[in-house]
Nanobody, 121 residues
Framework: QVQLVESGGGLVQAGGSLRLSCAAS????????MGWHRQAPGKQRELVAA???????NYADSVKGRFTISRDNAKNTVYLQMNSLKPEDTAVYYC???????????????WGQGTQVTVSS
């Protein structure tokens, strides 16, 4: 079993910054892509940013130029640096990872429990 534990959420004023972290632990062979999603009240969950094991990244248009995703493969950790935060960034942020945890099946998609980010105006 694999666990993803997020940290770094909180309350920040508009224009401020936060850094989210998500560490994977448990028994697995490798982690493929990792990513961050968010879900605001009354809205569907949306992809914020993703990064492959080789470091290729992609971002939602709404966060390009403000957010940066990175990962430390040695620590099985993915980060999301969020700058110039806006009230509309307020949401629960979830990390996910595509994990190769068995020799007998395709990689499994795991999710963290979520961390609240609130941006005040």
């Amino acid at each position: 079993q694999v666990q993803l534990v997020e940290s770094g959420g909180g309350l920040v004023q508009a224009g401020g910054s936060l850094r989210l972290s998500c560490a994977a632990s448990g028994s697995f062979f490798s982690i493929n892509a990792m990513g961050w999603h968010r879900q605001a009240p009354g809205k569907q969950r949306e992809l914020v940013a993703a990064i492959t094991s080789g470091g290729s990244t992609n971002y939602a248009d709404s966060v390009k130029g403000r957010f940066t995703i990175s990962r430390d493969n040695a620590k099985n950790t993915v980060y999301l640096q969020m700058n110039s935060l806006k009230p509309e960034d307020t949401a629960v942020y979830y990390c996910n990872a595509d994990v190769h945890d068995s020799l007998y099946r395709l990689p499994t998609d795991y999710w963290g429990q979520g961390t609240q980010v609130t941006v005040s105006s």
